[in-house]
């Protein structure tokens, strides 16, 4: 079995678990093939955490899920020393982030002390406690959700620490037709879970539990290689470069693009569109990049790093509007 099949089992099987979102799924195996982290945006029951859980118990990797809140701590994420008086000394326990996969959930709820210490884990990948850095697993990626209804009681998150996000994906509801297969998925996901309880012990009997076909870590990491060798023609990459670059000069393709932008993406969003339209082409089954590649990601790769105007606000403008305009207004190669 090459890589690429392996990889295109795992997407057929998330995406029979994870019903009805299957953008969702797609982005969640982007972001892992190009060592990325993805900000999630949904209302509540759209199976960001299913699908996040789904990718981990399909992967040779640990899970970890975090709920906010605003008495989290940066302890809480990253570890703490403990003291041992039976020789007087401090051990180090590992928090959380010590796994390979991060769920973040509701992110916005934690307070800038949190998000400081989980932008260093995303950024550099390693925590820092007292005067000693630890490195992260590898592979490392936090998805991070967040509640686009209830704002009360939120932080919202700073420019600095959503540009370290590879996409900010946007989540909706499914269909009458998926949701209608989300309730028979859950009812017989429901009479299979009562048929390995142990009524006798009052639990579930763990070896009677199906099990699912694992990605090994080797198959992963070889796959990220052969992201890395998917090609790009000159034109394709001066075409990335002239849409984020545009956004930080918009005024020059016309003036309401000006009007609706304070500040453009930054280089890292050239990277991002560069890495991400890779992983999009290289799961199409093809060995080159194409402009539809990029523009497939493009919306999820900028939507979060554009800083709007009051302009653009007052005009019923938001960043999925701007970015369709760039994509019209910039010439494709």
């Given at each position: 079995?090459?890589?690429?099949?392996a990889?295109?089992?795992?997407?057929?099987?998330?995406?029979?678990?994870v019903?009805?979102?299957?953008?969702?799924?797609?982005r969640?195996?982007?972001?892992l093939?190009?060592?990325?982290?993805?900000?999630?945006?949904?209302?509540?029951?759209?199976?960001?955490?299913?699908?996040i859980?789904?990718?981990?118990?399909?992967?040779?990797?640990?899970y970890?899920?975090?709920?906010?809140?605003?008495?989290?701590?940066?302890?809480?994420?990253?570890?703490t020393?403990?003291y041992?008086?039976?020789d007087?000394?401090f051990?180090?326990?590992?928090?959380?982030?010590?796994?390979?996969?991060?769920?973040?959930?509701?992110?916005?709820?934690?307070?800038?002390?949190?998000?400081?210490?989980?932008?260093e884990?995303?950024?550099?990948?390693?925590?820092?406690?007292?005067h000693e850095?630890?490195?992260?697993?590898?592979p490392?990626m936090?998805?991070?959700?967040?509640?686009?209804?209830?704002?009360?009681?939120?932080?919202?998150?700073?420019?600095?620490?959503?540009d370290?996000?590879?996409?900010?994906?946007?989540v909706?509801?499914?269909d009458v037709?998926r949701?209608a297969?989300?309730?028979?998925?859950v009812?017989?996901?429901a009479?299979?879970?009562a048929a390995?309880?142990?009524h006798?012990?009052?639990?579930?009997?763990?070896?009677k539990?199906?099990?699912?076909?694992q990605?090994?870590?080797?198959?992963?990491?070889?796959?990220?290689?052969?992201?890395?060798?998917?090609?790009m023609v000159?034109?394709?990459?001066?075409?990335?470069?002239?849409?984020?670059?545009?956004s930080?000069?918009?005024?020059s393709?016309?003036?309401s693009l000006g009007?609706?932008?304070?500040?453009?993406?930054?280089?890292?969003?050239t990277?991002?569109?560069?890495?991400?339209s890779?992983?999009?082409?290289?799961?199409?089954?093809?060995?080159?990049?194409?402009?539809?590649?990029?523009?497939?990601?493009?919306?999820d790769?900028l939507?979060?790093?554009?800083?709007?105007?009051f302009?653009?606000?007052?005009?019923?403008?938001?960043?999925?509007?701007?970015i369709?305009?760039?994509?019209?207004?910039?010439?494709?190669?």
């Amino acid at each position: 079995m090459t890589t690429l099949t392996a990889v295109a089992a795992l997407r057929d099987d998330l995406q029979a678990t994870v019903i009805g979102q299957e953008r969702l799924v797609e982005r969640l195996l982007v972001a892992l093939l190009v060592d990325g982290h993805l900000l999630v945006e949904g209302a509540p029951g759209l199976a960001k955490t299913r699908a996040i859980k789904a990718l981990a118990e399909r992967l040779e990797a640990d899970y970890q899920r975090v709920q906010f809140t605003p008495d989290l701590l940066p302890a809480d994420l990253t570890g703490t020393e403990v003291y041992r008086p039976q020789d007087a000394s401090f051990v180090f326990q590992p928090g959380p982030l010590f796994n390979h996969l991060v769920l973040a959930d509701e992110i916005n709820r934690a307070p800038a002390k949190v998000q400081s210490a989980l932008l260093e884990a995303m950024a550099e990948q390693q925590i820092s406690v007292g005067h000693e850095t630890y490195p992260l697993p590898s592979p490392f990626m936090v998805m991070a959700t967040q509640n686009p209804i209830e704002q009360e009681g939120t932080y919202p998150l700073p420019e600095a620490q959503l540009d370290r996000f590879l996409m900010h994906v946007r989540v909706g509801y499914p269909d009458v037709s998926r949701e209608a297969e989300i309730l028979r998925l859950v009812r017989r996901e429901a009479r299979e879970a009562a048929a390995t309880e142990d009524h006798s012990a009052g639990r579930r009997r763990a070896d009677k539990a199906p099990a699912l076909t694992q990605l090994p870590m080797n198959t992963l990491f070889a796959a990220r290689r052969e992201v890395l060798d998917i090609h790009m023609v000159v034109n394709i990459e001066d075409y990335i470069v002239r849409l984020v670059t545009t956004s930080r000069a918009a005024e020059s393709l016309s003036a309401s693009l000006g009007r609706w932008i304070d500040y453009g993406a930054s280089p890292r969003a050239t990277l991002a569109l560069d890495s991400a339209s890779r992983a999009v082409a290289w799961l199409d089954g093809r060995d080159y990049v194409s402009p539809a590649d990029v523009q497939a990601v493009a919306h999820d790769v900028l939507r979060h790093r554009l800083v709007l105007s009051f302009d653009a606000e007052a005009d019923g403008v938001d960043a999925d509007t701007v970015i369709d305009a760039l994509l019209e207004q910039v010439a494709v190669p």
